[in-house]
């Protein structure tokens, strides 16, 4: 199943710059893995904003919410999540 995931950062601007930057590398180490393993195919920067657009591939509602709560900076998002379908008009 494919989900369109957008993703808005917001750190506390006056978060310990040693705890955000642990958390960016933590963030940047789970993304690369999620990655690897094929369930993450697109994450683009939302360019001017702290903010991603994202394509998942996973088997299910109940996988994504797992995935996107692994990750560290998880509780300082607001996710967005759209199902997406197969369009019939796109060339296969
Ligand atoms: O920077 C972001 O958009 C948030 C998050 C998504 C991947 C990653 O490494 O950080």
Redesign the pocket.
């Known amino acids: 199943m494919l989900f369109h995931v957008r993703?808005d950062?917001s750190l506390p601007p006056d978060l310990d710059p040693e705890v955000r930057a642990d958390l960016?590398a933590r963030?940047?180490a789970r993304?690369l893995e999620l990655q690897r393993a094929g369930v993450w195919p697109q994450?683009w920067?939302i360019v001017g904003e702290?903010?991603?657009f994202?394509i998942f591939d996973v088997p299910s509602n109940d996988t994504l919410h797992d995935l996107l709560s692994s990750?560290p900076?998880f509780p300082y998002?607001r996710v967005q999540v759209t199902p997406l379908a197969h369009h019939p008009s796109k060339l296969d």
């Open positions: 993703m950062v960016v963030e940047k993304a994450l920067r702290y903010a991603n994202s990750l900076l998002m």
